[in-house]
């Protein structure tokens, strides 16, 4: 995916939403999903402060869907990461809790090394996105922002990522 | 050329035997006794993971530990200051943060062409054997390992999620993996544990030949030290800050080029990294390594794939550079 709607992702997440329209533009150039992005995340890392919930969307190349990583940083908490357990305390809404751990259309969290930093983050199981996927989006084609908030509204509800209406409207805006 | 079938089976059998002496010193900050307790030594496979130590390591130094409370799951390895991650095997540690040198087979021959068998026994001495490590029973770093428990469902956890992302990557959907009898499953974890080939075997080849499947990709992962991935990229600051950074690449590697003749590793790197490996049939800049090994760039990836992968069905190559 664009690297700029992955930075903007990350920005909304730490609370420090900015006016995005000239990022987006740098989105069309860039129809194919960029597998990494390295300075997305050195720009970010460096500005959270308070206790924050970071998510990632990136793309696997194993299984050639986005990828929903997440991390918490919280210095306060010292180095220990919430155990699986207390991630789904933190993340996910008791009405989502159930489905998530059956493993249906949404997959399980598990935890890995986020492919970028290489240091502990939980991550949504991909293995049946592209089926879920398939089944939301039908045979119709959408363009890369129409397939990802298709994407952000199945498998980020489910742990706590709302799309803002601001991002939602930038999106599907004219571009 | 594809190698024959027997010697396939002989060269990963070879591999499946490989071990790596080591000598683990008990971190002075944990030690009653400051730095003077005993050394442990012992001489995993390869193949396989630290964290099968950690029970024996805790009673090992629990005579000297400051904290004797303290549960075996609290404990971390390090290598000169890097915590070693849990889920990468022995073998790929060793490879990326010894500082041994690879066995680079081809150099030997050209070096002495009456060494035409050449073997690991007459390498270049110069691997740090054995490989001195520090045990840690305090202050984990959570913000670099995965937290470990007592059951050793993290390492379960991360172990099952590799299989799964291997056969998908070999099929394109993970419908093997997860059609495996629990009693093939639990087969599975249970032969990486005690470390028994033919129990291994007997699972996961129905992983390499499912019925009715055509393998579609390898599974490979690609370890770039800092100082590669800064001559890639020069925006890696943050990451070259933090020592021991590895960057890993990961790129759906085709068993056949596009022209049907067979992938191998050169073509492959080749077009996943091609700043490093511009040539597909000379390392020019850097050295695929495998098990301690500088791997031809001409090997065909999906024989590597079926010989020489780690326990959760992964090539896991480090790049080591040139010069």
New interface residues.
Partial sequence: MSRSLRAILRRISSGTLESQEHQLSGSRENEEFV?DD??A??RS??SVDSPAVLYDMIHS????VPVLYITFKDEAA????P?VDEAYELLVPDAYRSQIEATGVVGAL????H?I????AYFV?P?QTAEAMEAVVGGRKTTPEEYLLMWLGMIGASVGLDVPVELAEAMSGPV | MPAPSSRLTDLQRKIWNGSIPLEIRLAASDCRTYDESEPYLVQPPRLSYLAFLLPQLHAFFKPSLIDPEVHPHEAWLSFEGVPL?W?YPLGLLYDLFSGAEPVDFDKQRNEDPAASQATVETASGTAPLPWRLTAHFT?????????LDADGR?LL??YI?AV??AD??RNGN?RTV?SLSKGDSDNLWRAVQIYDLNLFKSVNSKLLDPPGMELRHV?LKIYLPTSASQTA?D?????AKQAG????V???VPIHLPSRQPQTLGTALNSILPSIFPSRRNPLLAQPVLHGVVVPLGAHLNDLGRTASYLDGFLHVAVVMLG
């Fill in positions: 597998e390295d300075e995340l050195s890392d460096t190349p194993s299984y050639q010292g180095k220990r990461m155990s598990s935890m890995t090394d492919p930093s290489s240091t502990p199981h293995c | 991650k889920h202050e984990y770093p959570g913000d670099q390992l995965i937290q993290a956890d991360s999620n799964k992302e998908f990557i993970a997860m599974p990229s925006t890696i600051t943050e990451e950074h590895i960057r890993v990961q790129s759906l």
